[in-house]
């Protein structure tokens, strides 16, 4: 099993501009949710879902979209890239009775 | 609001020494504790998970415990080594969703 899969793992985007955070799991998993690690300020979490078609926010869910078609999928969407996005964002998934989190690698993004 | 507390931020220690990382929540209403280790540019990885109604759990050479009524969990590492250098994190998850500590950076010298 590959686990969670995160692409891209680096991404550079310029003020204003969108793009999408791909996350996969092949666990089964019916919770996923993205998180974003800043020094200082820990993991926080941005949305979360708790399988196809239910999604939610979590504390810092402004500036970010999520959508959950299928249970293996859950991508992060930025409509409009700005400076304070820049981070590195997580994506992690679970089953709903156990709550043990497994997550991907990261992606690195930088908005100029 | 759940809050937790890793403390100290960091630790150095020499190689061999038995280690105690302190994780501390405000809120003991939980459903179960993790705790995870990261490697420097990766994700995190997790290492032990306690549920609610569990005192401890114990994987190779770590073994964490919960103690609910006083709001602490501790990971325990014997004998040390230069590859158990990361940072460790615990997360909490209760009425809130997983709420995480700041983590600690620990380094083990050869």
């Known amino acids: 099993n590959a686990g969670v899969t995160q692409t891209p793992k680096f991404q550079v985007l310029k003020t204003g501009q969108s793009m999408t955070l791909q996350c996969a799991q092949d666990?089964?998993?019916?919770?996923m949710s993205w998180y974003r690690q800043d020094p200082g300020m820990g993991l926080r979490l941005i949305h979360y879902s708790v399988g196809a078609g239910i999604t939610d926010q979590g504390e810092v869910p402004n500036g970010y979209n999520v959508s959950r078609s299928t249970t293996e999928d859950f991508p992060l969407r930025l409509l409009s890239a700005a400076p304070s996005q820049t981070s590195v964002y997580f994506c992690?998934?679970?089953?709903?009775?156990?709550?043990?989190?497994?997550f991907g690698e990261g992606s690195r993004l930088t908005v100029l | 609001k759940q809050e937790v507390t890793q403390i100290p931020a960091a630790l150095s220690v020499p190689e061999g020494e038995n280690l105690v990382l302190n994780c501390s929540f405000t809120d003991s209403a939980i459903y179960n504790l993790q705790w995870f280790r990261q490697d420097p540019g990766k994700g995190l990885t997790s290492l032990l998970l306690?549920?609610?109604?569990?005192r401890e759990q114990t994987s190779g050479r770590l073994n964490a415990s919960l103690d609910k009524s006083s709001g602490r969990s501790t990971l325990y590492i014997a004998a040390s080594q230069p590859g158990d250098s990361a940072t460790y994190l615990c997360a909490v998850s209760g009425s809130e969703k997983l709420v995480f500590g700041k983590g600690m950076k620990l380094t083990v010298n050869p």
């Open positions: 306690i549920q609610s109604s569990q």
């Open positions: 666990m089964n998993h019916e919770y």
């Open positions: 992690a998934s679970s089953l709903l009775n156990t709550g043990e989190l497994f």
